[in-house]
């Protein structure tokens, strides 16, 4: 008989994990706290599903080479049935910047340089219901996951095993009405709203925990182009994401004609911040960027949304195999966010997740040993995962840095070593490089869409002499490519702020 798997959480991650696992011949159940989609299409569930188990759902989603890569070669008709419902494919063709195109010739692996464009409200409908379909899986909704049960022995050598061996579930009605769900084993996908960490940790698991706070706070509004009119072409002088500083900000486009925009700010920008709240004054901060003017102009597109947030962003790493002393955890693992968080910002999420999800799958069906499984599956997360978790984090940190001296008033671009100012000005040159050479472009956007590991595009001698050449140029011509043009922080807060 099939071993029995339960996966908590029923979002992008759980559902790929369960539709993976069911296709290696696991029979799944997963439990999801919240109602299922709305009947009917998926512009509906956008407006009208309840998803309070997911604090993201309605913020925009990047569906990145790695994810669609995954999804074109195991689910191609699923593929199929997302563009059918209005979702996009954006090839690395499509992404070429208008003044690099006489440059384009198609290479090996652009093939998977291509994105999704869609709500995430779309996505996940579409995906839900093509998983409800999968005959050995089936889906709980409105389940609260309140515990997870674990036996406890000790074998000779004074070696602890915790094996987890099931759930406590809680009727969404009756709170007082409790059940138990027996699996052979629990797969955690239940996101940032994870508590297995305490839960597991109550009973004697040993698990650390790196936490880093980004220390932003990012909003979005939503918008629809008006009947007509076509998205803005894209312009690598005023492009529509982008990085000011005090204030970041992006387009992503979605399904239908419709797209939206963040505007990501510092958490201590408290001026800034109380005016993003405001819809009027969102559009108003938006209008004062140049890459944002042709999507937001009043004859181009009409809002769909006021403007909501999202805080408490932090990038989180846990780990369920700290030492060899630790108590061996079998029979349990985490996948997605519940494992490996990363600033939301990036849009590397789902991807990773997806990606997760299928490294687990592949695991499970071929070890049978409970620990063996376990070290495997920590080995592929090490491996595939902390790679792109450890350039997020540095980003944020770089982030950190560049906020704070634009707040002070001074610069980080000053270096105070020779190292520190070879990498300063190899990263000058590289945007440089980029922005008038597509084969240095390219390469960039395998490391954003996550299809090799970031920053494995270096490798590349031709891209790397390029960079060199480059460097020959000077940090000051170097630097004006990636001068972004945008209202000051002091001019902003004075236009929107105080326009008095």
Known sequence: MSQSIAVVGAGICGLFTGLSLARKGFDVTLFERDVPPPQGSAEDAFFSWQRRGAAQFRHPHAFLGLMCSVLGENYPDLLDELLAAGARKMTFADMVPKHLTDQYQPEPGDDK????LCRRATIETILRRYVEREPNLRIRSQTFVTDVLVAQTQTGTGENTLTVTGLELTDRQNKNLKSTHSADIIVNASGR???FYHWLQAKGAEITEQRDDAEIVYYTKHYALRDGVSEPERDSDN???GDLGYLK???FPGDNGHFAIILCLP???SELRDAVKDGDKFDQICMNIPGLVPWISEDKATPTTAPFGIGEIHAVWRDYIPSDAAPKLLNYFAVGDAAARTNPLYGRGCSTGTLHAHLLSEVLSSEDDPWQ????FRAK?????????NASLNEDKNGIKKAEAVREGRTVDKARSLKQWFGLAFGDALVAAAKYHLHVHRGIMRTVNLVEKPGAFLKDKKIRNTVFRYMLFGRKKNAAARIQRGT???????????PS
Do not use: H, Q
Request: proline share 5%; with cysteine.
């Open 249 to 251: 900000y992006g387009v």
């Open 488 to 498: 000051s922080r002091d001019d902003m807060i004075r236009t929107v702020c105080d």
């Open 113 to 116: 340089l291509w994105m999704l």
């Open 381 to 389: 997360t090490e491996e595939e995962i902390r790679p792109i978790f």
């Open 267 to 269: 958490n201590n920008e």
């Open 373 to 376: 499984r376990a070290l495997a």
């Open 239 to 241: 492009p529509s994401a």
């Open 193 to 195: 709203a994870d508590k």
